[in-house]
């Protein structure tokens, strides 16, 4: 909905996202990211894994620090300049598959049968790297002026590794759901570390 004068319930939102998480390292192309125009269309199955069902919604955050500067003379702050910005999405899994705690844990296949897969963590001198991925959140925006149909809203995380916490609880009475955190990283000068992409009416 257009930023217009007055209360407007149209541009209140509620409701889940979907999580895509590029299948492949990233590629500062950006050539796999789905074209604008194609917002309301679900990115291809072939290059993006969907994450299926969460728990607890899906959260995308950006966390400015900024720096006061300050003079002996006044006791006034006389401005401030970013000096960090940590950029996450979180999310919990309830869908427990493999290939979902593969992303969260930043886990590889391990050997095969016929009735088991293994996953492993890294270890030993390449431990401390791993592939950075590309995050896609679809979800949804603020309504057509009318309010009969809500918009989509899509972010983009386009450099970015698991990072915080993450456990697998089993409980008698709870349901399972992995918890999944992604940081994001720079790109270039020229390429914003996080896109938002706005369904526009027409």
Do not use: H
């Not at 391990?110 to 431990?127: C, E, F, I, K, W």
């Not at 990283?185 to 020229?190: D, G, N, Y």
Request: no cysteine.
């Amino acid at each position: 909905m257009a930023d217009t004068f007055g209360l407007q319930p149209g541009n209140l939102v509620m409701g889940p996202a979907r999580l895509y998480i590029y299948r492949f390292a990233f590629d500062p192309t950006l050539s796999y990211e789905p074209a604008l125009a194609d917002i309301n269309i679900a990115p291809a199955a072939s290059a993006w894994y969907d994450t299926g069902i969460t728990l607890g919604g899906t959260n995308v955050s950006i966390s400015p620090t900024w720096t006061p500067l300050t003079g002996d003379q006044l006791v006034d702050k006389l401005g401030a300049r970013l000096t960090d910005r940590d950029i996450k999405a979180t999310v919990n899994f309830a869908e427990m598959t493999r290939t979902n705690l593969a992303y969260a844990w930043n886990m590889t296949a391990g050997p095969t049968g016929s009735n088991y897969r293994v996953s492993d963590l890294n270890a030993g001198q390449t431990a401390n790297r791993a592939p950075y991925r590309t995050l896609l959140v679809d979800g949804l925006g603020p309504d057509v002026e009318d309010g009969s149909v809500s918009l989509k809203r899509r972010a983009i995380l386009r450099k970015s590794l698991p990072s915080g916490d993450t456990a697998l609880n089993w409980e008698k009475a709870n349901q399972q759901a992995l918890a999944a955190e992604f940081q994001a990283f720079f790109v270039t000068e020229a390429i914003s570390p996080i896109r938002v992409i706005d369904e526009e009416e027409v």
